[in-house]
């Protein structure tokens, strides 16, 4: 059965061996939106863009000044999940089989240069206490993928809004670093990029007589 069109699959490897790398590529047909899932062995992450638009109106229903809400939209932010696929059953110690994911140990690579992620800390770190409400600051910190957590076989998961610190429209490779049973893996996902950011202005009126 053929593949629809907007499905593109990209191999980082030659074969699909267990425990080598492999990232699909999509785009949603109905709102262009791009999204990227990486498997490798037990790990899986999936990074889908959000329009700054969209973003934008979440943090302003959640009463963050326009300002804030428009410098958090415009940061490159994804929609992000990451699974445990692994197998596991009673009998098993499925400790040892449990992934941690910490998102300090990411990295963006962009022009020659590696930079980390802009990691929720980092945004409350720049909010004075005036600027950003209680209510609000706690409603950030639960839309936003967590920055570190482990996740045990058999379809743990988690899911959140990650930021990159990043401008609508950039593109750049993402390195990422998970653990498990304390050994640590690391891959890279080529050329992400950032949805551009598409916002509904009104055209200006023409004068009539």
Same mark, same amino acid.
């Given at each position: 059965?053929?593949?629809?069109?907007?499905?593109?699959?990209?191999?980082?490897?030659?074969?699909?061996?267990?425990?080598?790398?492999? *990232?699909?590529?999509?785009? /949603?047909?109905?709102?262009?939106?791009? %999204?990227?899932?990486? &498997?490798? $062995?037990? !790990?899986?992450?999936?990074?889908?863009?959000?329009?700054?638009?969209?973003?934008?109106?979440?943090?302003?229903?959640? %009463?963050? =000044?326009?300002?804030?809400?428009?410098?958090?939209?415009?940061? @490159?932010?994804?929609?992000?999940?990451?699974? /445990?696929?692994?197998? %596991? /059953?009673?009998?098993?110690?499925?400790?040892?089989?449990?992934?941690? *994911?910490?998102?300090?140990?990411?990295?963006?690579? !962009?022009?020659?240069?590696?930079?980390?992620?802009?990691?929720?800390? &980092?945004?409350?770190?720049?909010?004075?206490? =005036?600027?950003?409400?209680? $209510?609000?600051?706690?409603?950030?910190?639960? $839309?936003?993928?967590?920055?570190?957590?482990?996740?045990?076989? +058999?379809?743990?998961? &988690?899911?959140? !809004?990650? =930021?990159?610190?990043? +401008?609508?429209?950039? +593109?750049?490779?993402?390195?990422?670093?998970?653990?498990?049973? %304390?050994? =640590?893996?690391?891959?890279?996902?080529?050329?992400?990029? @950032?949805?551009?950011?598409?916002?509904?202005?009104?055209?200006?009126?023409?004068?009539?007589?």
């Amino acid at each position: 059965m053929q593949k629809p069109a907007h499905i593109i699959l990209l191999f980082l490897s030659l074969h699909s061996l267990p425990g080598l790398a492999q *990232v699909s590529y999509s785009t /949603n047909p109905e709102t262009g939106l791009k %999204g990227w899932k990486f &498997n490798q $062995a037990d !790990m899986q992450l999936e990074l889908i863009q959000r329009l700054p638009d969209q973003t934008r109106g979440f943090f302003l229903a959640r %009463g963050f =000044s326009r300002k804030i809400a428009d410098q958090i939209a415009r940061s @490159c932010v994804f929609q992000t999940i990451v699974r /445990n696929t692994g197998s %596991g /059953n009673k009998t098993e110690n499925t400790d040892k089989k449990a992934i941690t *994911v910490s998102l300090k140990q990411w990295r963006i690579i !962009m022009n020659n240069k590696i930079t980390p992620l802009k990691l929720k800390e &980092n945004w409350i770190n720049e909010w004075s206490l =005036s600027s950003v409400k209680p $209510a609000a600051r706690h409603a950030f910190q639960w $839309a936003l993928f967590p920055t570190e957590q482990t996740f045990h076989p +058999t379809g743990d998961f &988690n899911w959140g !809004m990650l =930021s990159f610190g990043l +401008t609508p429209g950039d +593109t750049f490779d993402l390195q990422i670093k998970w653990s498990i049973a %304390g050994k =640590s893996h690391q891959s890279t996902i080529k050329n992400i990029q @950032c949805a551009p950011d598409k916002v509904r202005r009104s055209k200006p009126r023409i004068k009539t007589r």
